[in-house]
């Protein structure tokens, strides 16, 4: 079955700690991205990933890292510089052809304690 | 700069009834695209459909039916016949630079048996 897998589904972790959420794909797609979203908001851009080995911040990327290595996969660090980390996180991927489609793995819900 | 505003933050309909998404953009670009989605409980967002700004036909895919209007700068999505399962959080989203989205808030619609 091809798709995007986030694990965990729930994070739990201590203020000042720093925390990887995973992101991987199985869709062959170049670009990948990752959301933040609050309740009642909707999704705001983290950082984005056209292609392999290069990246971009996105509207809030304040306190968050990534890196691609691997076209399948995202990582995106929240460190302690991160005022506010508790959300819901998506992930997301698509063909990278302009204005195609984004498809969004499960989510991963993190609390910062 | 771009903004997609959806007014309505909840509906709450019974079951049978139609209900219709308001969806409203800005944008400076002469080419967009325009999508919904939909986040159910889950939270995983579903991709629904991708509407390009020369393309001003309305689009009807089974209970589902999609109103585009240029002159109003609207993408309104009507759901006929609404059913319990429609019950979701539905985000309008506007293509920018790069492929990544600007999202809506969100309208949630409660469908009720």
């Known amino acids: 079955d091809g798709g995007i897998t986030q694990s965990p589904k729930y994070l739990f972790r201590k203020e000042g700690q720093n925390v990887t959420l995973s992101c991987e794909q199985n869709l062959n797609h170049d670009a990948m991205y990752w959301y933040r979203q609050d309740p009642g908001q909707g999704l705001r851009l983290i950082y984005y990933s056209q292609i392999v080995n290069d990246f971009q911040k996105g509207d809030i990327a304040e306190g968050y890292s990534v890196s691609r290595e691997k076209k399948e996969s995202f990582p995106l660090t929240v460190t302690s510089a991160q005022k506010n980390p508790t959300a819901f996180y998506l992930c997301a991927s698509s063909s990278g052809r302009a204005h195609n489609e984004q498809f969004f793995g499960p989510g991963t819900r993190l609390t910062v304690l | ?113």
């Open chain 2, 1 to 113: 700069a771009q903004k997609v505003t959806q007014a309505q933050t909840e509906i709450s309909v019974v079951e049978k009834e139609d209900v219709t998404l308001d969806c409203v953009y800005e944008t400076r670009d002469t080419t967009y695209y325009l999508f919904w989605y939909k986040q159910p409980p889950s939270g995983e967002l579903v991709f629904l459909i991708r509407r390009n700004s020369f393309d001003e036909q309305n689009e009807i895919s089974g209970r589902y039916s999609w109103n585009f209007q240029k002159s109003t700068s609207s993408f309104n999505f009507t759901i006929t016949a609404s059913q319990v399962v429609d019950s979701a959080v539905y985000f309008c989203a506007l293509s920018r630079r790069y492929s990544t989205l600007t999202f809506g808030k969100g309208t949630m619609l409660l469908v009720s048996p």
